[in-house]
T-cell receptor
């Protein structure tokens, strides 16, 4: 079984709808992240969470919200979807850093979201 | 803001050839650099992570180097195989300066290895 799973894998929705993307991990990591990937722009950070009570905005948080329901679960919501939120969304996890050594991030398979 | 560039955007090579992928970044104050492989429908797979204090890392046929002062990293793939065909992404982590291990990604190099 995959260490980081995302549901759904594909979703087509209409403008104005509320959408939730879910991420679960079995790696036991404290840190979780949501990124989006657009053609020609690379991946950009939306939100990140260092633990259940610590949630922070990333580079492009406008129009999104998140919920960290448990150490293993981190959900991304689009309150009112718009077409320019059409993208590939990735969840990632990492362990807490040891000293100044920051650890690698592990990614889920992605969710392809299309907003019509 | 950290900017990461990968050149070329696409590369085709015959099977068996050795190749180098390039990554450059604008701010040399990084804590690590990570190389990923992205396959369609399968997300990102971490290949190598180089800490800022390291010059290179090796895993099998892959060797990644880091030159912080010049803002460059290379990923060397030896004896390429068709199974190496994928998009390769590099990402830098500025570490404590942003209060998180927030990765800044390049746009990737799409590699095709021709049998």
């Amino acid at each position: 079984d995959a260490d980081v799973t995302q549901t759904p894998r594909n979703r087509i929705t209409k403008t104005g709808k509320r959408i939730m993307l879910e991420c679960s991990q079995t790696k036991g990591h404290d840190r979780m992240y949501w990124y989006r990937q657009d053609p020609g722009l690379g991946l950009r950070l939306i939100y990140y969470s260092f633990d259940v009570k610590d949630i922070n905005k990333g580079e492009i948080s406008d129009g999104y919200s998140v919920s960290r329901q448990a150490q293993a679960k981190f959900s991304l919501s689009l309150e009112s979807a718009i077409p320019n939120q059409t993208a590939l969304y990735f969840c990632a996890t990492s362990d807490r850093p040891t000293g100044v050594v920051y650890n690698e991030q592990f990614f889920g398979p992605g969710t392809r979201l299309t907003v019509l | 803001k950290q900017e990461v560039t990968q050149i070329p955007a696409a590369l085709s090579v015959p099977e068996g050839e050795n190749l180098v992928l390039n990554c450059s970044f604008t701010d040399s104050a990084i804590y690590n650099l990570q190389w990923f492989r992205q396959d369609p429908g399968k997300g990102l797979t971490s290949l190598l992570l180089i800490q800022s204090s390291q010059r290179e890392q090796t895993s099998g046929r892959l060797n990644a180097s880091l030159d912080k002062s010049s803002g460059r990293s290379t990923l060397y793939i030896a004896a390429s195989q068709p199974g190496d065909s994928a998009t390769y992404l590099c990402a830098v982590d500025p570490g404590l300066e942003t209060g998180a291990n927030n990765l800044f990604f390049g746009t990737g190099t799409r590699l095709t290895v021709i049998p």
